[in-house]
């Protein structure tokens, strides 16, 4: 069994900074990439932000220069440090991984609870 275990999100108010954490834990031979998703209430899930195992970023664009994605593979975890954050972040956070339990096994995408993420203008 395999799981994503994040960290708790908060309310905050406009300007402010918040980091989210996620660790992975289970039978996993290797993580491929590893992101964070939001999705805001009425709106579809989007991708925030992701890296790969050798550290390749992706951004929304609406984040770059705001947030930065990091990873401890060792730990098997995934950051995310969101720096002046505004009412436009408040959102459900999830984190994602793409899991490979064997050497032969296909990645399979793994999802955390999600967080939820409110911001105060």
């Known amino acids: 069994q395999k799981y994503l275990v994040e960290s708790e999100g908060g309310l905050v108010q406009a300007g402010d900074s918040l980091r989210l954490s996620c660790a992975a834990s289970g039978s996993i031979f290797s993580i491929n990439v590893m992101g964070w998703y939001r999705q805001a209430p009425g709106k579809a899930r989007e991708l925030v932000a992701d890296?790969?195992?050798?550290?390749?970023?992706n951004y929304l664009d609406s984040v770059k220069g705001r947030f930065t994605i990091s990873r401890d593979n060792v730990k098997n975890a995934v950051s995310l440090q969101m720096n002046s954050l505004n009412p436009e972040d408040t959102a459900v956070y999830y984190c994602?991984?793409?899991?490979?339990?064997?050497?032969?096994?296909?990645?399979?995408?793994?999802w955390g609870q999600g967080t939820q993420v409110a911001v105060s203008s």
């Open positions: 994602k991984a793409e899991i490979k339990q064997t050497s032969r096994s296909y990645a399979l995408n793994y």
């Open positions: 890296i790969t195992r050798d550290g390749n970023t």
